[in-house]
């Protein structure tokens, strides 16, 4: 329980975010609580914040909580040492969507990024070096991933498959889009001379 971690590192202020609204509009006391369950663990969470000087409870809808999301999965992945620091997580946040920055990395060896995605589902192969680690996470990310011929696909949520590019592919393909979006645009649009 995180609030139990923040008590052994001696914090003392806490806000608590959390995507569930019963939990914390219960924990708030702005909602009754009456399943058995979460009425002992509304108990013990109250017995918990006594140790902290100041402490707030957050709704936030899943669908506002990617990060978190995102660094529960990243903590799934990696492997620490409880005995060895933790070094920092180094975080950028781009005002492109990072589709756009994506195409403009090379590829390493002159292999798409997903060779060893395509690799992995169509042969069940790993990369020569790969460490236990490594394995685990490739298989873990070839679950959302299917081959057609030589064409690798991801699918979404929704199961729809999206087609996996190089980046000379996706460049071609995003310069083609963005030229079908121009050609509907009036004649004197300014965006038409520089695609």
Same mark, same amino acid.
């Given at each position: 329980?995180?609030?139990?971690? %923040?008590?052994?590192? &001696?914090?003392?202020?806490? @806000?608590?975010?959390?995507?569930?609204?019963?939990? *914390? /509009?219960?924990?708030?006391?702005?909602?009754?609580?009456?399943?058995?369950?979460?009425?002992?663990?509304?108990?013990?969470?109250?017995?918990?914040?006594?140790?902290?000087?100041?402490?707030?409870?957050?709704?936030?809808?899943?669908?506002?909580?990617?990060?978190?999301?995102?660094?529960?999965?990243? %903590?799934?992945?990696? &492997?620490?040492?409880?005995? @060895?620091?933790?070094?920092?997580?180094?975080?950028? *946040? /781009?005002?492109?969507?990072?589709?756009?920055?994506?195409?403009?990395?090379?590829?390493?060896?002159?292999?798409?990024?997903?060779?060893?995605?395509?690799?992995?589902?169509?042969?069940?192969?790993?990369?020569?070096?790969?460490?236990?680690?490594?394995?685990?996470?490739?298989?873990?990310?070839?679950?959302?991933?299917?081959?057609?011929?030589?064409?690798?696909?991801?699918?979404?949520?929704?199961?729809?498959?999206?087609?996996?590019?190089?980046?000379?592919?996706?460049?071609?393909?995003?310069?083609?889009?963005?030229?079908?979006?121009?050609?509907?645009?009036?004649?004197?649009?300014?965006?038409?001379?520089?695609?």
């Amino acid at each position: 329980m995180g609030i139990r971690a %923040a008590i052994e590192w &001696k914090i003392k202020v806490l @806000e608590v975010f959390g995507d569930s609204a019963l939990v *914390i /509009y219960q924990l708030k006391g702005e909602w009754e609580t009456r399943d058995p369950k979460l009425i002992s663990y509304r108990k013990l969470v109250l017995e918990l914040i006594k140790e902290f000087e100041g402490i707030s409870f957050c709704y936030l809808p899943r669908d506002e909580n990617q990060m978190a999301d995102a660094l529960a999965t990243l %903590a799934f992945m990696i &492997k620490v040492n409880r005995h @060895e620091d933790m070094k920092p997580i180094q975080m950028s *946040i /781009y005002e492109d969507p990072t589709h756009c920055y994506n195409i403009e990395e090379g590829e390493i060896d002159d292999s798409p990024w997903y060779q060893d995605i395509l690799r992995y589902v169509k042969n069940r192969e790993y990369p020569g070096q790969a460490t236990e680690n490594e394995k685990r996470t490739l298989r873990r990310l070839a679950i959302d991933y299917v081959v057609d011929g030589q064409i690798l696909y991801k699918r979404g949520k929704d199961q729809v498959l999206l087609r996996c590019m190089d980046a000379v592919e996706a460049k071609k393909s995003w310069r083609k889009s963005m030229r079908a979006s121009v050609e509907r645009m009036p004649a004197d649009s300014q965006w038409k001379d520089r695609l």
